[in-house]
């Protein structure tokens, strides 16, 4: 500020009058400074200012510096609230990670549960299938053995037929086990596709839920 412009400060204007209207304007206000007030009031009467002009000054700064001051730390957050803060992050990330675990938990009894059971219809159905396969055969076996004993009975005193009828029993025979191995192995086809299908859609489930 230049000499010129201190010129127009009202020479009345003194500290104590400042203090005054500060006091008057609100109570809440802090009165200590933030800076060395008789030195720069000294350095002011230096330059040519009288002591109430110097003063006037003096306690104008440091109005303005008190009030930048306020505005800087009311959005300043304080150690308490920021422990408080830190605290409930920490509670809250507790809690999300003990519901994590518990559904994690659940999801793999879920999925183990799902297993044992397609485990236990798998054994079923092979169960099934042996005993169809099984019965199948014994069938077969028993109708042939009655239709070679019943071709016997007829056919006794002509040998060469017997020996044609075993040669196409035997085929038929060997038929029967082609018929019954490519039903096996049909079989085990669709049930290496069940299981498959089945290991596919817990894999899917299990990516799903992870």
Do not use: W
């Given at each position: 500020?230049s000499?010129?412009?201190?010129?127009?400060?009202n020479?009345?204007?003194?500290?104590?009058?400042l203090h005054a209207?500060?006091?008057?304007?609100?109570t809440?206000r802090r009165?200590?400074?933030?800076f060395?007030t008789?030195h720069?009031v000294q350095?002011?009467e230096r330059?040519?200012?009288n002591r109430?002009?110097a003063?006037g000054?003096?306690a104008?700064?440091?109005e303005?510096?008190d009030?930048?001051?306020?505005?800087m730390?009311?959005?300043?957050v304080?150690?308490?609230e920021?422990?408080?803060?830190h605290?409930?992050?920490?509670v809250?990330?507790?809690?999300i990670k003990?519901?994590?675990q518990?559904?994690e938990?659940n999801d793999l009894?879920?999925i183990?549960a799902e297993?044992?059971r397609?485990v236990?219809d798998?054994?079923?159905?092979?169960?099934?299938?042996?005993?169809e396969?099984?019965?199948t055969?014994?069938?077969?076996?028993?109708?042939?053995?009655l239709?070679?004993?019943?071709?016997?009975?007829?056919s006794?005193?002509?040998?060469?037929?017997?020996?044609?009828?075993?040669?196409?029993?035997?085929q038929?025979?060997?038929?029967l086990?082609?018929?019954?191995?490519?039903?096996?192995a049909?079989?085990?086809?669709?049930?290496?596709?069940?299981?498959t299908?089945?290991?596919?859609?817990l894999m899917?489930?299990?990516?799903?839920r992870?």
């Amino acid at each position: 500020m230049s000499r010129a412009a201190l010129r127009f400060i009202n020479p009345g204007y003194s500290l104590s009058t400042l203090h005054a209207r500060r006091s008057f304007a609100t109570t809440s206000r802090r009165t200590d400074f933030h800076f060395d007030t008789h030195h720069f009031v000294q350095r002011l009467e230096r330059e040519g200012l009288n002591r109430a002009q110097a003063e006037g000054i003096m306690a104008a700064m440091a109005e303005v510096i008190d009030e930048s001051i306020r505005n800087m730390t009311s959005n300043m957050v304080t150690k308490a609230e920021q422990e408080k803060h830190h605290y409930t992050q920490q509670v809250d990330f507790a809690q999300i990670k003990s519901e994590l675990q518990l559904m994690e938990k659940n999801d793999l009894a879920m999925i183990k549960a799902e297993n044992d059971r397609l485990v236990t219809d798998i054994e079923k159905l092979k169960q099934r299938l042996r005993e169809e396969i099984t019965r199948t055969q014994a069938g077969v076996r028993l109708d042939l053995n009655l239709e070679k004993g019943r071709m016997r009975e007829e056919s006794s005193g002509q040998e060469l037929k017997i020996k044609e009828v075993d040669t196409r029993i035997e085929q038929e025979i060997a038929g029967l086990r082609t018929t019954i191995q490519a039903s096996k192995a049909t079989t085990l086809q669709y049930l290496v596709g069940f299981v498959t299908g089945c290991s596919a859609l817990l894999m899917a489930y299990m990516r799903f839920r992870v």
